[in-house]
């Protein structure tokens, strides 16, 4: 694993030994940010199940300028930290070893606006999707935000969340990558 673009590419990430989560991997990253834009001028990125944190270190390197990442896991947050400290983004982060449910109830509280959001829960739960929703009901999207939700084949995400609509789908294997955003007049939904 390692940051595909940016500030600090190439620069490795330690990956999380054993079956407590599921690392996206660089070929599924660099597709991920190719759809949504390959770099970015500031914003706040939210990694809500973080893991070992290469989603939002890959947004701070294309350009994000502060990251939340939340994970629970407490060998995954380790290693979240370790990541974050490797890639000297320490003073652009803020980390939170909760779950995401709890984390979403205090982001609502807080006075921020969420640009890029990364929604990657473990896939038997598919619940966590509706965090989403959540946070478009208390307003805490940029009118220009981008919500990536990585899930299985199996798993049948809303067309829309308020007004962010699917404007695109990819499948990886047994992966599949949504984008939400605000369409645009006269442009396709998936």
Known sequence: MRVVAGERKGMPLKAITGTTTRPTTDKVKESIFNM????????????????SGGLGIEALSRGAERAIFVEKDSKAYGV??????????E???????????RAVKALLKRDIVIDYLFMDPP??????????????????????????????????????YGPYQCVRQETYGSTIISIYRKGEEGETIV
Request: charged share 25%; with cysteine; net charge negative.
């Open 36 to 51: 949504i834009g390959p770099f970015f001028d500031g914003g706040l990125a939210v990694d809500l199940f973080a893991g």
């Open 80 to 89: 979240l930290q370790e990541n974050i400290a490797k890639c000297r983004y």
């Open 91 to 101: 003073e652009h982060v803020e980390t939170f070893r909760v779950d995401a449910v």
């Open 123 to 160: 896939y038997h739960k598919k619940e966590y999707y509706d965090l989403v929703q959540t946070l478009v009901e208390g307003e805490k999207l940029a009118n220009t935000a981008i919500i990536m939700c990585e899930h299985e084949k199996g798993i049948e995400l809303p067309a829309q």
